[in-house]
């Protein structure tokens, strides 16, 4: 069993940054392959960025590419997403998502994941 605990969320100006944190319990953190979701009003959740259990594969959307970077601290147990210049259609709710993976292995679909956390709210002002 997993939780995750998202933070780091908040109201920003357009071309600024924030930095979102996923802390998750559970001693075997690094077995996980991690997804940033996130879903906008009357969208469908979609998928911003993954990363492996030992960070050796990442994955970005096009849309966040050159912008966003997701990383992971296993010794934390936590997964993180850089943001910078930021833009009004980033606005969304941000979810953590985790999935047991083998080395090397990401997760793609809002169906592949088995752990969410509660999310937390991004809003980025023109």
């Known amino acids: 069993q997993v939780q995750l605990v998202e933070s780091g969320g908040g109201l920003v100006q357009a071309g600024g940054s924030l930095r979102l944190s996923c802390a998750a319990s559970g001693r075997t953190f690094r077995s996980y392959a991690m997804g940033w979701f996130r879903q906008a009003p009357g969208k469908e959740r979609e998928l911003v960025a993954a990363?492996?259990?030992?960070?050796?594969?990442?994955y970005y959307a096009d849309s966040v590419k050159g912008r966003f970077t997701i990383s992971r601290d296993n010794a934390k147990n936590t997964v993180y997403l850089q943001m910078n210049s930021l833009k009004p259609e980033d606005t969304a709710v941000y979810y953590c998502a985790a999935d047991l993976a083998p080395p090397g292995a990401l997760r793609f679909g809002v169906e592949q994941y088995e752990y969410w956390g509660q999310g937390t709210q991004v809003t980025v002002s023109s």
């Open positions: 990363i492996s259990w030992h960070s050796s594969s990442t």
